[in-house]
């Protein structure tokens, strides 16, 4: 059974003060930066050490900022960078994002997180275009689902058109069928996407004359770049929350996520699906997935209820 969490686990914790995140290596943006900038937005979004830093450096211009690709980049779970990028003649600002298991040593500074998804929320003021969930090609584990839910249910309410990429396939005789062989298991869950490409974001070690996978990588970008093009041209408009409560409603959806997840009995799972709901998976579940994910859905839980103390003391004042 999946260790039962107190009902507040912040409860005795003095409430979160407003403070500016703190982003290694990130400068504050100039006037023509992709943060003051209006552009159309894609979110990129994922665990550490998948690859999300690598694809953005993949489709960045050449001389171009580039992202940092230490594991410890952006520091804290909600982090984000903005890059610009060009598909064909328009010019996108797609954010690296830090994922729910991302923070030093494994651990996440709750207060952080909070100041973090603050700042997310308010820098896509201009709409979302595109979420992009860059996923490692390995075995399926609940955090995968929860990082899922939170980008894709909870801050963008299940209305953003969501793709995935899945990375570290440089090894499969051929990249594709990583995905004919996987989707049913991520579909079971309640993960479908609109489309997926299987690339890597890897060049490999130098050979004599050239990369590795030097041609697997060239196969990738083109990949990405095709499937970024493809989608955000479809979406004729930005989804846009222009609801003054869009951060309070984020607060509430991820305090009912964690009590959901909780609430479950030992031979089920519960996921949300992109529509919202609940579906539910009867099957063995690992000690390591649940103590991996009640440790995420703790941060869940001090955002909802900095999120509840940030309105209250605005009505307050």
């Known amino acids: 059974m999946a260790p039962a969490m107190p009902e507040d686990p912040f409860a005795t914790a003095a409430p ?30 994922g665990e550490t050490g998948v690859g999300k830093s690598s694809l953005v450096n993949m489709l960045v211009s050449e001389g171009a900022p580039r992202a940092n690709v230490s594991s410890q980049a952006l520091g804290c779970t909600f982090a984000s960078l903005p890059y610009l990028i060009k598909l064909g003649e328009q010019e996108y600002r797609i954010w690296d994002t830090a994922g729910l298991n991302e923070g030093q040593h494994g651990t996440m500074p709750a207060e952080d997180a909070l100041n973090n998804l603050k700042t997310l929320v308010q820098n896509l003021g201009d709409g979302i275009n595109l979420l992009v969930y860059c996923i490692r090609g390995a075995r399926f584990r609940d955090i995968l689902r929860v990082n899922h839910d939170l980008f894709t249910g909870i801050i963008c309410q299940g209305k953003v058109r969501v793709v995935a990429v899945i990375t570290g396939l440089e090894n499969e005789e051929r990249m594709d069928d990583w995905w004919k062989e996987n989707k049913e298991e991520f579909e079971a869950r309640g993960l479908s996407f609109e489309e997926v490409a299987c690339v890597t974001t890897s060049k490999g070690k130098m050979k004599v004359d050239s990369f590795m996978f030097e041609e697997e990588y060239k196969e990738s970008e083109k990949k990405i770049r095709e499937l970024l093009q493809k989608h955000c041209k479809e979406v004729l408009r930005p989804w846009k929350n222009e609801s003054e409560s869009w951060f309070l409603d984020i607060g509430v959806r991820m305090r009912e996520y964690m009590e959901e997840y909780n609430n479950r009995t030992d031979n089920e799972r519960q996921v949300l699906n992109r529509k919202g709901g609940w579906k539910t998976v009867n099957e063995s579940r690992s000690q390591g997935d649940d103590e991996e994910v009640v440790d995420c859905l703790k941060v869940f839980t001090f955002c909802a209820v900095g999120v509840g103390v940030a309105i209250m003391s605005v009505f307050r004042s």
């Open 16 to 45: 979160p003060q407003p403070s500016s995140p703190t982003q290694p290596d990130a400068q504050p943006p100039s006037n023509n930066s992709p943060a003051s900038s209006t552009y159309p937005n894609i979110i990129i979004f």
